[in-house]
């Protein structure tokens, strides 16, 4: 089992920037950054494999970065420029299939975090 911790949410004004982290109890392979609005289904922002390789959604390309300490089992989203349209509960994600790919998905994870809240007034 693994457990995965957020934290680094909260409000910040539209232009500003908030860093994202996730803590996990254990070693897991690919993860992924997720996000859900009120009345929204669940979409996919960003992922990196155990190679390091990134993906992420056009909706924050070029604004948002992904990165990994293997060594901490820590994963961390810096979100920069960020918008109004970027307020979600921020979910962390992970799987300890070897074989993963990165950005597949929900399906794709079987462990999940409990969520930490972005607001980003106008």
């Known amino acids: 089992q693994v457990q995965l911790v957020e934290s680094g949410g909260g409000s910040v004004q539209a232009g500003g920037s908030l860093r994202l982290s996730c803590a996990a109890t254990g070693y897991t392979y690919c993860m992924g950054w997720f996000r859900q609005a009120p009345g929204k289904e669940r979409e996919e922002v960003a992922g990196i494999g155990i190679d390091g390789r990134t993906k992420y959604a056009a909706s924050v390309e070029g604004r948002f970065t992904i990165s990994k300490d293997n060594a901490k089992n820590t994963l961390s989203l810096q979100m920069t420029s960020l918008k109004p349209e970027d307020t979600a509960m921020y979910y962390c994600?992970?799987?300890?299939?070897?074989?993963?790919?990165?950005?597949?998905?929900?399906?794709?994870?079987?462990?999940w975090g409990q969520g930490t809240q972005v607001t980003v007034s106008s």
């Open positions: 994600a992970a799987t300890k299939d070897w074989a993963c790919r990165v950005f597949q998905g929900a399906g794709a994870y079987s462990y």
